[in-house]
């Protein structure tokens, strides 16, 4: 019986399109088909922490680490947004 892999995935993929959603209309000089650019920019300044469930990685964090990691996805976010907007100024520049 082969092993199923298919459940595999980064626990911070949802979290941050929920946030990259959430904060969007902050930036209306960003098209939608940039918002998945903005949550590859913040998926690579986050850590990798794959897990199978959401509450594999969840139910093993303390308040502390919990409150560490939502900074690190509010920053990681904050960061994208205004990597990607440079970018589209500097490309309407030319």
Same mark, same amino acid.
């Given at each position: 019986?082969? &092993?199923?892999?298919?459940?595999? #995935?980064?626990?911070?993929? $949802?979290? +941050? +399109?929920? =946030?990259?959603?959430?904060? &969007?209309? $902050? @930036?209306? !000089?960003?098209?939608?088909?940039?918002?998945?650019?903005?949550?590859?920019?913040?998926? *690579? /300044?986050?850590?990798? #922490?794959?897990? /199978? $469930?959401?509450?594999?990685?969840?139910? @093993?964090?303390?308040?502390?680490?919990?409150?560490? *990691?939502?900074?690190?996805? *509010?920053? &990681?976010?904050?960061?994208?947004?205004?990597?990607?907007?440079? #970018?589209? =100024? !500097? /490309? &309407? /520049? #030319?």
């Amino acid at each position: 019986m082969p &092993a199923d892999f298919t459940s595999l #995935r980064n626990y911070f993929e $949802h979290p +941050v +399109v929920d =946030a990259v959603m959430a904060a &969007a209309p $902050h @930036y209306p !000089m960003l098209s939608e088909d940039l918002l998945p650019d903005v949550a590859c920019v913040a998926l *690579n /300044r986050l850590p990798t #922490r794959y897990i /199978r $469930h959401q509450v594999d990685w969840a139910f @093993y964090l303390t308040e502390k680490e919990r409150a560490e *990691n939502e900074k690190l996805l *509010n920053d &990681a976010v904050g960061y994208a947004f205004e990597f990607v907007q440079a #970018r589209v =100024a !500097m /490309r &309407a /520049r #030319r």
